[in-house]
């Protein structure tokens, strides 16, 4: 008996050290964000071609001269100088931009491996002579590396570790001033870091790295090969390090993230709420850390009241009087489903739970949701936390499409924060919000808060329901105030299809009526977030008229609820078009689109690479079975 007890005891030893030496949720968070943090890659947001070593924080600079003697040291995607962007592996591996400025015409591409790193810059066809090249080895972010120059070599050595890295620069070296190698673009330049090649063999290998990128990708996504190059090209470029948080993250932008830097030195970054959660989206559909990392971040934002913010920066800048639309539990959820790791439900279910909670608590006006923003103490006293704030404008911004004409002269009560507007596309999307909470709390056996979740989510269904016109077929937006409902629309009143609440004949009339009305949302592109019958169409200024990719996507999401396969097929078909016409021509990936043209560029508020422009590919990628085929 005694025997039979210790052979128990040693068969159970394993099991109880396995339980007790099990990683939290935030040390697993914590080893994702350190393997990311490694390697060559263009993380210094100001600039796409710094080339930067983390974790060391060594970079090589490249800077250009035009033949008078003018100099361009920052590179960024949509701004001066003219980039096309093509290829970016997420890890760095390969990369290639082209660039012209005063006549130059260059290529830069860039193939690493471990500590090696090879960059290639190339003239191309009509380059002007005389144009300079400035290669300037330094470190970032106050962190501390031993750099060496003598003519076209250096070192670098990362101070504290047992690592020293040759570079040695192949072309027509023209001389070195201090602490900047001058090199001649007439000719390839390559830079050959922990490898000594020659121009040649630089031009080889960096072609066999592109190849084996692009072919594996055009393997694995066929048909859908440019859609996906294009979703994460953008992604892949807008990948940075910010060393104020020290963490990986993607912003929308890199030109956004330099106008909210409080820190010149470490550069800035803005993450935006419902931004980041979709490209957490896309990231996952073949990086689960990155798509991780974003998600987190932006969920870990979360404010002292209890809600997402609109935006999240520096020095604990964020929005601390509105959210946005809350489709974080959709993103987390998709995620898991996919990759299956239950402890990222974990790290996140509490406080998406806690900004489930908030909306229903403060946007509530008769059994409805409304969008507001709360007044609040000041935290930072930044130039940004004043200005709109417990006023529609600021409202406005909390349902993330700013300036909408849906949002035109509608009562905002200052003592309850909020529009008195019961908002349809809000109402719906945290109905959605409880159903995915409520099959998150079911997974992590939390089976009170999932009968709670399930509960608010049929009352609010409810209630939502008598937000439907029978005589005009869709569900309107509702004044609190007057009862009447509001006869302006967007694609957010298709957004009942994600909450599930219409019947099929309902939702039927939905989309014969309105959506596929070519007075109103179809035709060539689609889908406008302003009716073509509205007269605020014809401003083509941000939500006044233009297509956004954030709501192609949730109304296609929500056609995946009912039987709309030809229409479904149809949206997927026509946002991939949108999509390919600016990408296959220059490489851009827009934040916004003209819903008559199908350009992106016709209008200054409108980023020239902004991720989010890209989920016009991932319906599409959706569509085919690549994400969310379960």
């Not at 501390?144 to 670098?156: C, D, E, V």
């Not at 404008?393 to 905002?412: H, Q, R, T, V, W």
């Not at 349809?424 to 939390?446: H, Q, T």
């Not at 005009?472 to 009942?496: A, C, E, M, V, W």
Request: charged share 25%.
């Amino acid at each position: 008996m005694k025997l039979k007890r210790i052979l128990l005891i040693l068969i159970f030893i394993p099991v109880y050290m396995n339980i007790y030496a099990r990683a939290t949720p935030e040390e697993e968070y914590k080893k994702i964000q350190k393997q990311l943090a490694s390697g060559w890659n263009t993380w210094d947001t100001r600039s796409v071609l710094t080339h930067v070593l983390l974790p060391y924080g060594a970079a090589i600079d490249l800077n250009l001269t035009d033949n008078d003697g003018k100099r361009i040291n920052t590179f960024r995607i949509g701004g001066n100088p003219l980039m096309h962007p093509r290829h970016h592996a997420y890890d760095g591996s390969y990369t290639d931009v082209s660039l012209e400025w005063n006549g130059h015409r260059l290529r830069v591409q860039s193939a690493s491996d471990g500590l090696n790193n090879i960059i290639l810059i190339s003239p191309l066809e009509g380059n002007r002579k005389n144009g300079q090249l400035i290669v300037i080895p330094k470190s970032l972010w106050q962190r501390a590396n031993k750099i060496t120059i003598q003519g076209n070599r250096f070192s670098i050595a990362p101070y504290g570790f047992d690592i020293n890295i040759p570079v040695i620069i192949q072309g027509t070296y023209i001389r070195t001033d201090e602490k900047e190698i001058k090199m001649s673009v007439d000719e390839p330049v390559a830079i050959c870091c922990g490898q000594d090649m020659t121009v040649g063999e630089a031009q080889k290998y960096i072609e066999q790295r592109a190849n084996m990128f692009v072919e594996k990708n055009k393997e694995r996504y066929k048909d859908k090969y440019e859609s996906y190059n294009a979703m994460q090209s953008v992604l892949a470029w807008d990948n940075i390090y910010d060393p104020s948080i020290k963490k990986v993250i993607t912003p929308v932008s890199r030109n956004w993230n330099v106008n909210w830097s409080h820190h010149p030195e470490f550069g800035g970054f803005v993450l935006f709420c419902w931004d980041t959660y979709f490209a957490g989206m896309m990231l996952a559909l073949d990086n689960k850390d990155l798509a991780y990392a974003n998600v987190a971040e932006i969920t870990n934002s979360i404010t002292e009241a209890g809600f997402v913010p609109n935006f999240y920066t520096g020095n604990d800048l964020k929005s601390r009087d509105r959210s946005q639309p809350p489709v974080g539990s959709l993103a987390v959820w998709s995620i898991y489903k996919k990759y299956k790791e239950k402890w990222f439900l974990e790290l996140l279910y509490d406080k998406l739970l806690t900004w489930n909670r908030w909306w229903d608590k403060n946007r509530n006006i008769n059994g409805l949701l409304c969008w507001g923003s709360n007044p609040y103490e000041k935290v930072t006293y930044h130039a940004r936390e004043s200005g709109g704030i417990n006023e529609l404008y600021c409202a406005g911004l909390e349902s993330g499409l700013d300036n909408s004409p849906m949002y035109d002269n509608i009562k905002y009560d200052k003592a309850r924060h909020m529009m008195l507007l019961n908002d349809v596309g809000l109402s719906s999307l945290y109905i959605m919000d409880c159903d995915y909470l409520a099959n998150i709390a079911e997974e992590l056996n939390r089976s009170e808060d999932a009968k709670g979740l399930r509960a608010k989510g049929k009352s609010y269904r409810k209630m939502l329901q008598s937000l439907w016109d029978n005589e005009n077929g869709l569900y309107y937006n509702k004044h609190t105030d007057t009862g009447l409902l509001n006869g302006r629309i967007s694609p957010t009143n298709f957004y009942p299809l994600l909450a599930s609440v219409p019947d099929q004949k309902q939702a039927e009339r939905m989309i014969n009526e309105h959506l596929l009305n070519p007075d109103e949302f179809w035709g060539e592109y689609v889908i406008p977030a302003t009716p073509k019958n509205d007269p605020a169409f014809k401003d083509n200024i941000y939500w006044r008229g233009r297509i956004w990719a954030p709501l192609n996507f949730l109304v296609y999401l929500g056609l995946r609820n009912y039987d709309f396969v030809d229409v479904r097929k149809s949206l997927a078909e026509k946002s991939e078009k949108l999509l390919m016409k600016s990408w296959i021509s220059n490489g851009y990936v827009f934040e916004n689109y003209n819903a008559t043209t199908g350009q992106g560029d016709d209008t200054q508020r409108s980023d020239k690479f902004y991720h989010w422009g890209a989920l016009l590919g991932f319906i599409g990628l959706i569509e085919d079975g690549y994400f969310m085929n379960e």
